[in-house]
């Protein structure tokens, strides 16, 4: 008896030490791309032809200034930090308001204007830029702020959420503001939107990471280096610094930090976003 | 809402409200959608002079064409090869991290991990790690004394390269929204099955998966619309070669752009026709929870 207790025991002790393995394992192979770009972001040009690249020898930030500034790095995250935080701003601006108005509003053309809001959202935004970038170009657009910025500001499905968050909102809560006499735009800014701030949270986190991770626009509306966006930015380092791998992935890591702190700080409006997303929309 | 005022007044201020939102949407989503497909109707010279009106061929000459028949296959085989890939992965790992144990956290964070990478981020991962001559692939495989390999320059294997950059980009999003809803099963399920003798692979496919069917169906819509959509990993690791094995409906699109405006109109109108329709699926599915779920 007792020396069956202790070979279950063990057998549950290797099980255990078996599903740590398996875990590690695929750890490990999910995070390679990430360790190697860590690894070769620290080596210099000629320790590039062995896997001796791969050993974690040392901790070496010398190529960040080279990514910074030659590479121009530095320029580029301003730029889509600039960017991001402008469409940022823009989307919560104009989902609230238009938002509140379908929540609550009774007007002419309502029907018109939702059925409008779910068409947009189903148009992707890569059918569009033949005539959006003929719209920037006769405009004098390309190379601006307000061409990467401006076709982004309005956001169908921010819309859409405002709208769900506004009509979430016990009715109770809304009447008892009118009984004490504000109007539409008082119960708006004192009663509405403190009472949606989590929906006004998840909608920037999610504006941003997009606005962020844009490629295909900026690619289109900017050809100086002065406007471009860190993600195209990326592309053009091939050319910038050469074969030189190791500031190339300095750069793309770099480029990555900000999304990696606003995920960390954010984790649960992340989730509950994706959750709901998933369930609700 | 009790508050009853005429209904003039409320029509002026939703104009004032919604005027921002219509102004952009209209210029930027509605009017180039139209003046798009208005643009497949006329053929232009290379130097974007003398439109002609065509009627429906460019439309016809357009969708029967080799380079947007192979753009389209290509993309399609995109699909096929990236969103079931990226579903069954990540489900796997989802089920791998839903176990108590200590420590697990940090496993979820390092599955989750790759939600924070861009797609020009993990483009320019991958493309590191399968650099010809430096790479650390053909490094391992020098070291194993194999062949090295140029797997994104050749086009028997260029496009399921990509694809696994892009399955390997989207693990993190999977894993995220079905763990979720995993850790959400309560246990007594999984308890009764096994009483009922279903093994842990029946238990599987009876339980979680139907479980997650919500989270896996909004998984499928996103992911497909976004293969349907790529193009940053094709322009930063192929550029739509190696002859034209991955050259994608987007990058096409992006191409023509300069060259023949109508031609891109009209690959700019044909996606719309395949994203749309599956958008549209997306959308009364999800209208039909918001309204009658819960």
Redesign the interface.
């Known amino acids: 008896m007792a020396a069956d207790a202790k070979r279950i025991e063990l057998a549950a002790g290797s099980k ?1 030490v078996a ?2 393995l ?2 590690a394992l ?2 490990a192979i ?2 390679f ?2 360790y ?2 860590v690894m ?1 972001a620290q080596k210099s040009l000629t320790e ?4 001796d ?2 050993v974690p020898d040392r901790i070496d930030l010398g190529s960040v200034p080279t990514a910074l500034g030659e590479a121009r790095m530095g320029r580029y995250l301003v730029n889509s930090a600039v960017v991001s935080v402008a469409i940022v701003i823009g989307q919560v ?3 609230v ?2 938002g ?3 929540a ?5 053309g ?1 029907r018109a ?1 939702l059925a ?9 935004f ?10 920037v170009q006769q405009l004098g657009g390309v190379d601006t702020y307000w061409a990467l910025v ?2 982004f ?2 956001f ?1 499905l921010g ?1 859409f959420l405002m709208r ?1 968050a506004f009509l979430g909102i016990p ?1 109770d809560l ?2 008892a503001a ?1 009984v004490d006499g504000y109007g ?2 008082g119960i708006l800014r004192s009663v509405a939107l403190p009472l949606v701030r989590s929906t006004v949270a998840a909608l920037s986190l999610f504006s941003f990471l997009l606005a ?2 844009q ?2 626009w900026p ?2 509306v900017t050809n100086r280096d002065d406007r471009r966006t860190v ?2 930015g ?2 053009q ?1 091939t050319g910038a610094v050469g ?1 030189d ?1 190791g500031v ?2 300095t750069a ?1 890591l770099l ?2 930090i900000p ?2 702190v606003l ?1 960390v700080v954010f984790e649960r409006q ?2 509950r976003g ?2 709901a ?5 | 809402m009790a508050v009853k005022r005429s209904r003039r007044r409320e029509t002026r201020l939703a104009t004032a409200l919604v005027a921002p939102a219509v102004l952009i949407l209209g210029v930027f989503v509605l009017y180039p959608l139209l003046r798009t497909a208005w643009l497949g109707f006329f053929v232009q010279d290379p130097f974007g002079r003398n439109s002609r009106w065509v009627g429906l061929d460019q439309y016809r000459d357009v969708a029967g064409s080799d380079s947007f028949l192979n753009s389209l296959g290509v993309t399609v085989r995109f699909v096929v090869l990236t969103v079931p890939t990226a579903l069954v992965l990540g489900l796997l790992l989802a089920t791998l991290a839903n176990q108590q144990l200590r420590g697990i956290r940090l496993f979820r964070i390092i599955f989750a991990s790759t939600i924070a990478t861009s797609v020009a981020v993990a483009s320019m991962l991958w493309l590191v790690l399968l650099e010809p001559s430096t790479g650390i692939v053909n490094q391992v495989l020098e070291a194993a004394g194999r062949d090295p390999v140029n797997l994104l320059n050749d086009p028997d294997t260029a496009l399921a390269t990509v694809a696994l950059t892009t399955v390997w980009q989207s693990l993190g999003l999977v894993f995220v929204v079905t763990i979720a809803a995993m850790q959400s099963i309560p246990e007594v399920l999984y308890e009764s099955a096994r009483v009922d003798g279903h093994g842990r692979v029946s238990r599987f496919l009876r339980i979680t998966v139907p479980l997650l069917g919500p989270q896996l169906m909004f998984l499928t819509v996103v992911l497909t619309i976004g293969a349907f959509q790529s193009f940053g990993q094709i322009d930063i690791l192929t550029e739509g070669g190696p002859q034209d094995s991955t050259n994608v409906m987007v990058y096409s699109i992006v191409q023509q752009l300069p060259l023949d405006r109508g031609a891109a109109s009209v690959e700019a109108v044909l996606l719309f026709l395949v994203v749309g329709a599956l958008s549209f699926v997306q959308f009364r599915w999800l209208d039909r929870r918001v309204h009658y779920g819960s």
Do not use: C
Not at chain 1, 48 to 51: C, D, Y
């Open positions: 255990l599903r740590y398996l875990l695929v750890a999910v995070l791309p990430v190697a770009a070769v590039l032809g062995s896997l690249v791969l601006v104009t989902s308001l238009a509140y108005a379908l609550f509003l009774d007007f002419t309502r204007l409008a809001v779910a068409a947009s959202l189903i148009i992707p890569e059918v569009t830029v033949v005539v959006n970038f003929e719209t401006l076709p500001v309005a169908p819309i769900q009715r809304l009447d009118v539409h735009l962020w991770n490629y295909l690619l289109l993600q195209i990326l592309k380092l074969p791998l190339i992935m793309t480029a990555t999304i990696l995920l992340l989730i994706l959750t997303g998933s369930v609700k929309g």
